[in-house]
């Protein structure tokens, strides 16, 4: 009877000794299991920033970043210290608003909880040019890259000294009706008079753009205690996003106004360039994939290449949302420049036989000096395809013979927008 009651302690001995390790391993399987979870869950974005401006000095540290999620609300912020490198956030995949901004009041930024929220930009407050850029993004992997293109948002006014006749003569300008506030999707509110104090010395202002067609410029001067005087002025003219203006008053009821207005992208007023491209180039902080001569020898025209891609974008055959292609065309803008498309069976045809294989590389070297998002070939083992012909078809840039092929209902695809622009050469 001891020898078996041994017998059965031993065994009991033993069990017991097997048992816990095997709940310890099965612990930190479990938890090994919520971590890839998790991970497979969230994606990490990277984020560059570039300036569309042809001074670089025109992005200010530091940079804030935030990322908003389908509902409008932040879902991460950050700040970037120094625009070259590039900024990381770690967010759960689905659909974002990403806004960068500078130049703002950092109490105000801080304050911001929501895209819909504004900051006041009422002269007195605004010591430097704000810029922002935005992008809207969709996370549908574990990592991803998006550029965001700053530029300017407030027009620059000079305000020159004023020679006032007597030392207790005082002036000021008003300028109506100038938007003040401005929220982080670009959205511009709040028209009114803002006024600015005249001094004896230049001073500088950045204002955001005035509202309607004409400017109305008040100047009032009080001078040897008098009443003060106002004397009015309409000027069919507009400060713009990005322009430079100086605004020259006097106490003898004058004034001037003169302004350099920014870069005008209309077609009919088409750039100039004084020699023809090279390609693939940059050309004002945009990427230049091909150059077509023109029927008069004088003009070309410049493919453009967006510097942003988007990853995880259904096609037009996604019955839930067949226009989220669409719509981020629509959308986009890369500086000051919008009306980008998605490329059509022509331009993507021309992409794959211009940059497959060894020419991605050298498009892939240019893009990455400058910060943008290179282009992608190999998924694993996949050629990754890029949606074309308004999200109808596919192609790639893994491989010069790849057909353009119908896309698929449910699959997703990466998406970069192209853009032409004309241009005329300077002597030719």
Not at 19 to 24: A, F, I, M, T
Not at 255 to 281: A, K, Q, R, V, Y
Not at 304 to 318: F, Q, R, T, V
Not at 393 to 405: D, N
Request: proline content about 4%.
């Amino acid at each position: 009877m001891k020898k078996l009651t041994l017998y059965l302690m031993t065994f009991m001995s033993l069990f017991s000794s097997c048992y816990k390790p095997v709940d310890e391993d099965s612990d930190s399987l479990s938890a090994s299991a919520e971590t890839t979870t998790a991970s497979s869950e969230t994606c990490q974005l990277t984020m560059h920033i570039i300036s569309s401006g042809d001074d670089d000095a025109d992005v200010l540290s530091p940079i804030h970043l935030f990322a908003f999620d389908a509902s409008g609300r932040v879902a991460a912020q950050s700040i970037m210290a120094d625009a070259s490198q590039p900024e990381q956030m770690t967010l759960t995949r689905g659909q974002y608003h990403l806004t960068a901004i500078c130049g703002a009041d950092e109490s105000q930024l801080s304050r911001v909880a929501a895209a819909s929220d504004t900051i006041l930009i009422d002269g007195t407050s605004s010591t430097e040019p704000l810029l922002m850029g935005m992008a809207d993004v969709t996370l549908a992997s574990t990592q991803a890259t998006a550029s965001l293109c700053l530029a300017r948002q407030t027009a620059e006014v000079s305000l020159l000294p004023i020679a006032l006749s007597t030392t207790d003569a005082s002036a000021n300008v008003t300028l109506s009706a100038l938007y003040t506030t401005i929220d982080m999707n670009g959205g511009m509110q709040a028209h009114k008079p803002v006024t600015l104090p005249c001094y004896a010395e230049n001073a500088t202002y950045h204002l955001l753009p005035s509202f309607g067609t004409s400017l109305v410029v008040s100047l009032e001067v009080t001078a040897d205690g008098d009443a003060p005087q106002t004397y009015g002025y309409v000027l069919q003219e507009q400060l713009r996003a990005g322009g430079r203006y100086e605004i020259a008053p006097s106490d003898q009821a004058e004034i001037s106004f003169d302004g350099e207005e920014p870069s005008d992208t209309d077609d009919n007023d088409s750039p100039t360039l004084d020699h023809w491209p090279d390609t693939p180039c940059l050309w004002k902080n945009h990427v230049v994939v091909q150059v077509t001569a023109g029927d008069d020898s004088t003009s070309a025209d410049l493919l453009l290449l967006s510097a942003n891609e988007w990853d995880g974008i259904h096609s037009a055959y996604y019955e839930a949302d067949s226009t989220e292609a669409k719509n981020i065309a629509a959308s986009y803008l890369e500086g000051e420049m919008d009306d980008w498309h998605i490329p059509t069976k022509e331009e993507a045809t021309t992409l794959r036989n211009c940059y497959a294989t060894d020419s991605a590389a050298v498009l892939n070297a240019l893009l990455s000096d400058a910060g943008y998002v290179t282009i992608s070939l190999k998924k694993k083992s996949d050629n990754v395809r890029y949606l074309c012909n308004d999200a109808q078809h596919t192609f790639t840039f893994a491989s010069p013979t790849a057909s353009l092929t119908k896309a698929g209902a449910k699959a997703t695809y990466c998406l970069r927008l192209v853009k032409v622009v004309t241009v005329r050469i300077d002597g030719q």
